[in-house]
């Protein structure tokens, strides 16, 4: 077994989701100052990114490491937080100034978010199951509708 599908497996875990959130901040130093070569599981596996928001409170840049989709020209993100009772921070920011940035390897793009609607989510839903299908455990845990995002480049 791979460690794609070991780690995929052990996902939907309530104690790897707890591992998950209190090595996150470590994970995305990591993630950053390797430029997306490498996370605390060693290289990468998974599609990762660096999505910088505004925060909506502060109006200071934050960022996240997550994983993603593709979908056409765009990328896709659902807000999971690990199967938590709440919407993570950085999907509140998107809902509040959609105009985003996502890195990937190093490359950084501007981005606008969309929420996706019904229709468009069940579209977009089997391909972030593909990239990790714990979310379907994070979203039955957590109690809530997980947002989905798609992010569009922009000409900014």
């Known amino acids: 077994m791979t460690i794609t ?27 950053k100052a390797s430029r997306g070569r490498f ?3 060693g290289r990468p596996t998974l599609p990762h990114l660096i999505l910088t928001t505004t925060g909506r409170t502060s ?27 709440r919407h993570p921070a950085w999907s509140a920011n998107l809902l509040a100034t ?6 990937i390897g190093g490359v950084t793009t501007p981005v606008t978010a969309t929420l996706a609607d019904d ?4 579209r977009l839903l089997p391909a ?6 714990a979310y379907a455990d994070y979203a ?6 997980l947002r989905v995002f798609r992010l569009a480049p922009s000409a900014r």
């Open 98 to 103: 959609p105009e985003a940035t996502v890195t």
């Open 39 to 41: 996370s605390i599981l």
């Open 5 to 31: 599908a070991t780690v995929r497996r052990l996902g939907s875990t309530r104690w790897f989701a707890r591992v998950g959130r209190t090595t996150s901040r470590l994970d995305h130093r990591l993630h």
């Open 59 to 85: 109006g200071q840049p934050r960022e996240a490491v997550l994983l993603y989709a593709v979908d056409g020209d765009g990328w896709v993100l659902i807000g999971s937080n690990w199967g938590q009772e």
């Open 140 to 145: 039955e845990r957590a109690g809530r509708d």
């Open 128 to 133: 972030l199951l593909a990239v990790w299908p």
């Open 119 to 122: 229709d468009e989510r069940a």
